[in-house]
Protein backbone atom coordinates (compact mmCIF):
# COMPACT_ATOMS: atom_id res chain seq x y z
CA UNK A 1 0.00 0.00 0.00
CA UNK A 2 2.89 2.71 0.76
CA UNK A 3 4.70 1.30 -2.30
CA UNK A 4 1.38 2.52 -4.47
CA UNK A 5 1.06 5.83 -2.74
CA UNK A 6 5.07 6.61 -3.49
CA UNK A 7 4.68 5.16 -7.05
CA UNK A 8 1.42 7.78 -7.34
CA UNK A 9 3.43 10.60 -6.05
CA UNK A 10 6.10 10.06 -8.88
CA UNK A 11 3.56 10.29 -11.31
CA UNK A 12 3.85 12.81 -14.23
CA UNK A 13 1.91 16.36 -13.73
CA UNK A 14 -1.64 15.98 -13.44
CA UNK A 15 -3.91 18.75 -15.31
CA UNK A 16 -5.06 20.35 -12.65
CA UNK A 17 -1.34 21.14 -11.96
CA UNK A 18 -0.68 22.01 -15.71
CA UNK A 19 -3.48 24.48 -14.76
CA UNK A 20 -0.85 26.30 -12.34
CA UNK A 21 1.71 27.06 -15.10
CA UNK A 22 2.86 30.72 -14.84
CA UNK A 23 3.30 32.89 -18.18
CA UNK A 24 4.62 35.64 -19.54
CA UNK A 25 3.38 38.07 -22.23
CA UNK A 26 6.29 39.92 -23.76
CA UNK A 27 5.83 42.42 -26.26
CA UNK A 28 6.77 45.16 -28.55
CA UNK A 29 4.94 47.69 -29.25
CA UNK A 30 5.52 51.20 -30.45
CA UNK A 31 2.04 52.98 -31.69
CA UNK A 32 0.06 50.56 -28.54
CA UNK A 33 -1.64 48.01 -30.77
CA UNK A 34 0.14 45.17 -29.81
CA UNK A 35 -0.31 46.13 -25.89
CA UNK A 36 -4.14 45.92 -26.32
CA UNK A 37 -3.62 42.52 -27.76
CA UNK A 38 -1.45 41.62 -25.27
CA UNK A 39 -3.69 42.63 -22.74
CA UNK A 40 -6.91 40.75 -24.66
CA UNK A 41 -5.15 37.84 -24.93
CA UNK A 42 -4.22 37.99 -20.73
CA UNK A 43 -8.16 38.36 -20.84
CA UNK A 44 -8.81 35.03 -22.56
CA UNK A 45 -6.52 32.85 -21.20
CA UNK A 46 -8.30 34.14 -17.66
CA UNK A 47 -7.41 36.02 -14.62
CA UNK A 48 -7.37 33.02 -12.80
CA UNK A 49 -4.31 31.68 -14.61
CA UNK A 50 -0.85 33.33 -14.13
CA UNK A 51 -0.07 35.69 -16.97
CA UNK A 52 2.70 38.24 -16.71
CA UNK A 53 2.40 41.17 -19.37
CA UNK A 54 5.73 42.98 -19.99
CA UNK A 55 6.97 45.30 -22.14
CA UNK A 56 10.58 44.10 -23.42
CA UNK A 57 12.52 46.91 -20.83
CA UNK A 58 10.46 45.50 -17.80
CA UNK A 59 12.01 41.61 -18.34
CA UNK A 60 15.16 41.26 -16.60
CA UNK A 61 14.53 36.79 -16.31
CA UNK A 62 12.28 34.49 -17.76
CA UNK A 63 13.30 31.76 -14.95
CA UNK A 64 10.08 31.80 -12.88
CA UNK A 65 8.06 31.03 -16.50
CA UNK A 66 7.06 28.15 -17.69
CA UNK A 67 5.71 29.32 -21.01
CA UNK A 68 6.44 32.65 -22.51
CA UNK A 69 4.16 34.19 -25.54
CA UNK A 70 6.37 36.73 -27.48
CA UNK A 71 4.61 39.16 -29.52
CA UNK A 72 5.68 41.37 -31.57
CA UNK A 73 4.48 44.67 -34.35
CA UNK A 74 5.99 44.68 -37.63
CA UNK A 75 8.40 46.34 -39.30
CA UNK A 76 10.12 45.47 -42.43
CA UNK A 77 8.27 42.27 -42.96
CA UNK A 78 9.19 40.96 -39.66
CA UNK A 79 9.36 41.17 -35.87
CA UNK A 80 11.40 44.20 -34.27
CA UNK A 81 15.28 44.17 -33.28
CA UNK A 82 14.38 44.68 -29.82
CA UNK A 83 12.51 41.08 -30.39
CA UNK A 84 15.12 39.15 -31.91
CA UNK A 85 17.64 40.99 -28.97
CA UNK A 86 15.50 39.17 -26.49
CA UNK A 87 15.53 35.75 -27.71
CA UNK A 88 19.28 35.92 -28.48
CA UNK A 89 19.50 36.99 -24.62
CA UNK A 90 16.77 33.96 -23.63
CA UNK A 91 17.88 31.28 -26.31
CA UNK A 92 19.25 28.20 -24.59
CA UNK A 93 16.31 28.60 -21.63
CA UNK A 94 13.68 29.36 -24.49
CA UNK A 95 14.54 26.15 -25.60
CA UNK A 96 13.32 24.53 -22.72
CA UNK A 97 10.11 26.28 -21.86
CA UNK A 98 6.65 26.33 -24.12
CA UNK A 99 6.51 29.48 -26.63
CA UNK A 100 4.10 30.99 -28.59
CA UNK A 101 4.81 33.81 -31.39
CA UNK A 102 2.36 36.37 -32.25
CA UNK A 103 2.42 39.29 -34.44
CA UNK A 104 0.18 42.61 -35.26
CA UNK A 105 1.24 43.86 -38.97
CA UNK A 106 -1.08 45.38 -41.46
CA UNK A 107 -1.03 43.00 -44.03
CA UNK A 108 -3.21 39.78 -42.17
CA UNK A 109 -3.50 38.11 -45.59
CA UNK A 110 -1.48 35.14 -45.75
CA UNK A 111 -2.14 34.50 -49.44
CA UNK A 112 -0.05 37.72 -50.35
CA UNK A 113 2.90 37.98 -52.30
CA UNK A 114 4.75 40.95 -52.96
CA UNK A 115 6.45 42.66 -56.13
CA UNK A 116 8.81 45.68 -55.41
CA UNK A 117 11.55 46.80 -57.71
CA UNK A 118 14.69 45.25 -56.30
CA UNK A 119 13.42 42.20 -54.61
CA UNK A 120 12.20 38.62 -55.92
CA UNK A 121 8.19 38.18 -55.48
CA UNK A 122 7.71 36.89 -51.77
CA UNK A 123 5.42 35.42 -49.53
CA UNK A 124 4.02 38.56 -47.11
CA UNK A 125 1.63 39.14 -44.03
CA UNK A 126 0.58 37.26 -40.96
CA UNK A 127 1.95 34.16 -39.74
CA UNK A 128 4.83 34.54 -43.19
CA UNK A 129 6.71 37.34 -41.26
CA UNK A 130 7.27 34.68 -38.20
CA UNK A 131 9.11 32.06 -40.71
CA UNK A 132 11.85 34.13 -40.39
CA UNK A 133 12.56 33.91 -36.58
CA UNK A 134 11.40 30.13 -36.21
CA UNK A 135 13.65 29.25 -39.12
CA UNK A 136 16.97 31.15 -37.12
CA UNK A 137 15.85 29.38 -33.69
CA UNK A 138 15.15 26.18 -34.96
CA UNK A 139 15.78 24.44 -31.07
CA UNK A 140 12.48 26.94 -30.21
CA UNK A 141 9.56 25.07 -31.37
CA UNK A 142 6.56 27.42 -30.86
CA UNK A 143 3.47 25.58 -29.40
CA UNK A 144 1.35 28.10 -31.08
CA UNK A 145 1.95 30.81 -33.73
CA UNK A 146 -0.50 34.24 -34.86
CA UNK A 147 -0.62 37.01 -37.34
CA UNK A 148 -3.30 38.86 -36.20
CA UNK A 149 -3.05 41.98 -38.95
CA UNK A 150 -3.25 45.45 -36.60
CA UNK A 151 -3.42 49.16 -36.53
CA UNK A 152 -2.60 52.12 -37.90
CA UNK A 153 -3.38 55.42 -37.04
CA UNK A 154 -2.45 58.06 -39.53
CA UNK A 155 -2.14 61.33 -37.85
CA UNK A 156 -0.14 60.29 -35.01
CA UNK A 157 2.71 58.44 -37.12
CA UNK A 158 6.19 59.95 -36.57
CA UNK A 159 6.87 61.65 -39.68
CA UNK A 160 9.59 58.97 -40.80
CA UNK A 161 7.14 56.56 -40.28
CA UNK A 162 4.56 58.30 -42.31
CA UNK A 163 6.91 58.29 -45.13
CA UNK A 164 7.68 54.71 -45.64
CA UNK A 165 3.29 54.17 -45.14
CA UNK A 166 3.12 56.49 -48.13
CA UNK A 167 5.68 54.83 -49.96
CA UNK A 168 4.11 51.25 -49.69
CA UNK A 169 1.09 52.59 -50.71
CA UNK A 170 2.35 53.89 -54.05
CA UNK A 171 4.10 50.55 -54.34
CA UNK A 172 0.97 48.33 -53.57
CA UNK A 173 0.03 47.12 -56.90
CA UNK A 174 -3.31 45.51 -55.59
CA UNK A 175 -4.54 49.43 -53.79
CA UNK A 176 -3.73 50.87 -50.33
CA UNK A 177 -6.51 49.81 -48.08
CA UNK A 178 -5.64 52.68 -45.82
CA UNK A 179 -5.93 55.45 -48.39
CA UNK A 180 -8.34 58.33 -47.01
CA UNK A 181 -8.47 56.97 -43.84
CA UNK A 182 -7.45 58.06 -40.43
CA UNK A 183 -7.67 54.78 -38.81
CA UNK A 184 -7.03 51.66 -40.70
CA UNK A 185 -7.40 48.42 -39.12
CA UNK A 186 -6.84 44.56 -40.44
CA UNK A 187 -7.01 42.59 -37.49
CA UNK A 188 -9.07 39.55 -37.87
CA UNK A 189 -10.55 39.17 -34.50
CA UNK A 190 -11.27 35.50 -34.84
CA UNK A 191 -6.88 34.95 -35.18
CA UNK A 192 -6.77 36.45 -31.63
CA UNK A 193 -9.07 34.45 -30.13
CA UNK A 194 -8.18 31.26 -32.03
CA UNK A 195 -4.43 31.87 -31.09
CA UNK A 196 -4.99 32.72 -27.12
CA UNK A 197 -7.68 29.68 -27.47
CA UNK A 198 -4.92 27.54 -28.27
CA UNK A 199 -2.45 28.30 -25.53
CA UNK A 200 -5.26 27.72 -22.84
CA UNK A 201 -5.90 24.41 -24.77
CA UNK A 202 -2.24 22.87 -25.46
CA UNK A 203 -0.10 24.81 -22.84
CA UNK A 204 -2.86 24.65 -19.82
CA UNK A 205 -5.17 21.89 -20.94
CA UNK A 206 -7.89 24.00 -19.84
CA UNK A 207 -9.85 23.99 -23.55
CA UNK A 208 -11.61 26.79 -25.05
CA UNK A 209 -12.74 29.92 -23.39
CA UNK A 210 -16.80 30.32 -22.99
CA UNK A 211 -17.82 33.69 -24.05
CA UNK A 212 -14.66 34.60 -25.51
CA UNK A 213 -16.37 37.47 -27.65
CA UNK A 214 -17.55 39.44 -24.62
CA UNK A 215 -13.84 40.30 -24.38
CA UNK A 216 -13.51 42.07 -27.51
CA UNK A 217 -13.84 45.21 -25.94
CA UNK A 218 -9.71 45.49 -25.39
CA UNK A 219 -10.08 46.05 -29.26
CA UNK A 220 -12.52 48.19 -31.00
CA UNK A 221 -13.82 51.72 -29.39
CA UNK A 222 -15.70 54.32 -30.72
CA UNK A 223 -13.52 56.55 -32.64
CA UNK A 224 -14.24 56.87 -36.40
CA UNK A 225 -12.20 55.34 -39.23
CA UNK A 226 -12.34 58.98 -41.11
CA UNK A 227 -12.83 62.60 -39.07
CA UNK A 228 -14.63 63.87 -42.48
CA UNK A 229 -16.60 60.81 -43.87
CA UNK A 230 -18.63 59.44 -41.69
CA UNK A 231 -19.43 56.28 -44.25
CA UNK A 232 -15.65 55.20 -43.99
CA UNK A 233 -14.90 52.24 -41.93
CA UNK A 234 -11.72 51.09 -40.25
CA UNK A 235 -11.88 47.30 -40.69
CA UNK A 236 -12.66 45.75 -44.52
CA UNK A 237 -12.45 42.23 -44.89
CA UNK A 238 -11.21 41.08 -48.36
CA UNK A 239 -13.97 39.47 -49.67
CA UNK A 240 -14.13 35.83 -50.68
CA UNK A 241 -14.09 36.22 -54.24
CA UNK A 242 -12.11 38.99 -56.39
CA UNK A 243 -11.40 39.06 -59.51
CA UNK A 244 -9.35 42.51 -60.72
CA UNK A 245 -8.09 42.86 -64.02
CA UNK A 246 -5.68 46.29 -64.20
CA UNK A 247 -2.39 47.14 -66.00
CA UNK A 248 -0.25 45.72 -63.19
CA UNK A 249 -2.06 43.22 -62.15
CA UNK A 250 -4.63 39.79 -62.74
CA UNK A 251 -5.48 39.06 -59.47
CA UNK A 252 -7.85 36.25 -58.36
CA UNK A 253 -8.88 35.14 -54.84
CA UNK A 254 -11.76 32.95 -53.94
CA UNK A 255 -12.39 29.77 -51.44
CA UNK A 256 -12.98 26.15 -51.35
CA UNK A 257 -14.15 23.59 -48.92
CA UNK A 258 -10.39 21.92 -49.18
CA UNK A 259 -7.27 21.47 -47.26
CA UNK A 260 -4.00 22.23 -48.02
CA UNK A 261 -3.41 18.51 -49.16
CA UNK A 262 -6.32 18.37 -51.76
CA UNK A 263 -5.57 21.77 -53.19
CA UNK A 264 -2.09 20.68 -53.76
CA UNK A 265 -2.95 17.42 -55.54
CA UNK A 266 -5.85 19.27 -57.43
CA UNK A 267 -3.27 21.86 -58.53
CA UNK A 268 -1.24 19.22 -59.67
CA UNK A 269 -3.76 17.49 -61.86
CA UNK A 270 -4.61 21.28 -63.61
CA UNK A 271 -0.78 21.79 -63.72
CA UNK A 272 -0.14 18.29 -66.01
CA UNK A 273 -3.60 18.55 -67.88
CA UNK A 274 -2.64 21.92 -69.11
CA UNK A 275 1.19 22.20 -69.54
CA UNK A 276 1.64 24.34 -66.91
CA UNK A 277 5.33 23.75 -64.54
CA UNK A 278 3.98 24.45 -61.31
CA UNK A 279 7.13 24.47 -59.05
CA UNK A 280 6.13 24.65 -55.41
CA UNK A 281 8.49 27.92 -53.74
CA UNK A 282 8.19 27.78 -49.95
CA UNK A 283 5.65 25.30 -48.24
CA UNK A 284 4.64 26.32 -44.50
CA UNK A 285 1.82 24.66 -42.11
CA UNK A 286 -0.43 26.85 -43.27
CA UNK A 287 0.29 27.82 -46.91
CA UNK A 288 1.84 26.66 -50.05
CA UNK A 289 3.20 29.71 -52.85
CA UNK A 290 3.69 27.78 -56.35
CA UNK A 291 5.18 29.40 -59.30
CA UNK A 292 3.41 28.35 -62.37
CA UNK A 293 4.90 28.93 -65.94
CA UNK A 294 3.71 28.38 -69.08
CA UNK A 295 4.31 29.84 -72.80
CA UNK A 296 1.52 31.27 -74.59
CA UNK A 297 3.17 31.45 -77.90
CA UNK A 298 5.85 34.53 -76.83
CA UNK A 299 7.85 34.50 -73.93
CA UNK A 300 6.78 32.01 -70.80
CA UNK A 301 4.79 33.85 -68.11
CA UNK A 302 4.95 33.01 -64.27
CA UNK A 303 1.79 33.00 -62.25
CA UNK A 304 2.27 33.40 -58.12
CA UNK A 305 -0.58 31.16 -56.57
CA UNK A 306 -0.61 30.95 -53.09
CA UNK A 307 -3.28 28.61 -50.88
CA UNK A 308 -3.66 28.91 -47.55
CA UNK A 309 -5.69 27.82 -44.18
CA UNK A 310 -6.77 30.50 -41.44
CA UNK A 311 -7.60 29.32 -37.49
CA UNK A 312 -10.44 31.62 -37.99
CA UNK A 313 -11.88 29.66 -40.97
CA UNK A 314 -11.37 26.06 -40.61
CA UNK A 315 -11.96 23.61 -43.19
CA UNK A 316 -11.76 26.97 -45.47
CA UNK A 317 -8.92 27.03 -48.08
CA UNK A 318 -7.96 30.35 -49.97
CA UNK A 319 -6.44 29.89 -52.94
CA UNK A 320 -4.85 33.35 -54.58
CA UNK A 321 -3.55 33.57 -58.12
CA UNK A 322 -1.91 36.87 -59.37
CA UNK A 323 0.01 37.13 -62.41
CA UNK A 324 1.78 41.01 -63.52
CA UNK A 325 2.37 40.81 -67.01
CA UNK A 326 0.49 43.17 -69.17
CA UNK A 327 -2.81 42.16 -70.34
CA UNK A 328 -2.56 42.17 -73.93
CA UNK A 329 0.10 38.90 -73.24
CA UNK A 330 -1.94 37.63 -70.46
CA UNK A 331 -4.89 36.59 -71.92
CA UNK A 332 -4.17 32.83 -71.78
CA UNK A 333 -2.95 32.62 -68.52
CA UNK A 334 -6.36 33.94 -67.38
CA UNK A 335 -7.90 31.23 -69.04
CA UNK A 336 -5.65 28.68 -67.36
CA UNK A 337 -6.57 30.64 -64.03
CA UNK A 338 -10.23 30.01 -65.03
CA UNK A 339 -9.70 26.28 -65.54
CA UNK A 340 -8.01 26.05 -62.09
CA UNK A 341 -10.88 27.64 -59.68
CA UNK A 342 -12.84 25.43 -61.89
CA UNK A 343 -11.16 21.96 -60.81
CA UNK A 344 -10.85 23.86 -57.04
CA UNK A 345 -14.51 24.68 -56.84
CA UNK A 346 -16.08 21.25 -58.41
CA UNK A 347 -17.95 18.51 -56.44
CA UNK A 348 -19.63 21.51 -54.42
CA UNK A 349 -16.21 22.64 -52.64
CA UNK A 350 -17.22 26.73 -53.75
CA UNK A 351 -18.12 28.63 -50.98
CA UNK A 352 -20.06 31.56 -51.82
C1 LIG B 1 6.91 52.38 -40.64
C2 LIG B 1 6.00 51.20 -40.56
C3 LIG B 1 6.39 50.01 -41.18
C4 LIG B 1 5.55 48.91 -41.15
N1 LIG B 1 5.93 47.76 -41.80
C5 LIG B 1 5.05 46.74 -41.90
C6 LIG B 1 5.37 45.58 -42.66
O1 LIG B 1 6.46 45.42 -43.21
N2 LIG B 1 4.41 44.63 -42.79
C7 LIG B 1 3.19 44.73 -42.20
O2 LIG B 1 2.34 43.86 -42.37
N3 LIG B 1 2.89 45.79 -41.41
C8 LIG B 1 3.78 46.79 -41.26
N4 LIG B 1 3.46 47.88 -40.49
C9 LIG B 1 2.17 47.90 -39.76
C10 LIG B 1 2.32 47.69 -38.25
O3 LIG B 1 3.09 46.54 -37.97
C11 LIG B 1 0.95 47.56 -37.58
O4 LIG B 1 0.24 48.76 -37.77
C12 LIG B 1 1.01 47.21 -36.11
O5 LIG B 1 -0.27 46.86 -35.66
C13 LIG B 1 1.53 48.35 -35.23
O6 LIG B 1 1.70 47.88 -33.93
P1 LIG B 1 1.85 48.88 -32.69
O7 LIG B 1 0.63 49.78 -32.67
O8 LIG B 1 1.90 47.97 -31.50
O9 LIG B 1 3.11 49.66 -32.86
C14 LIG B 1 4.29 48.99 -40.47
C15 LIG B 1 3.93 50.17 -39.83
C16 LIG B 1 4.76 51.28 -39.87
C17 LIG B 1 4.31 52.54 -39.20
Not at 79 to 97: C, H, M, Q, S
Not at 297 to 305: F, R, V
Request: hydrophobic share 40%; aromatic share 10%; with cysteine.
Amino acid sequence: MLLLLFVVMLLPVSSAQAEGKKGLLVYASVYGSTIETAYWIKAIIGHENLLDVKSLDQVITIDPYDYVIIGSLTRNEGPVKGIYEFIDANRAKLATKEVAYYLTCGDSDETMVLKIPGKDAHLIGGRNYLMEPIKKYPEIKPVAIGGFGGRQVMPTLGMKDEIQIWLVGKLAKEGAAWEGLDIWESLVVGRVEAFANEVRTKILGIGPRENIEELRGYWTSLQPASLKDPSKVKFKPKPAFEHHSTEKIYFARSRARADLVLGDTLLKQWAKDNGVDLKEQVKNSFNIYYHATKSYGGDPITTHIVIATFPDEPGNLQIAFRCWDKPDVRKGVEADITKAEELLWADGRKID
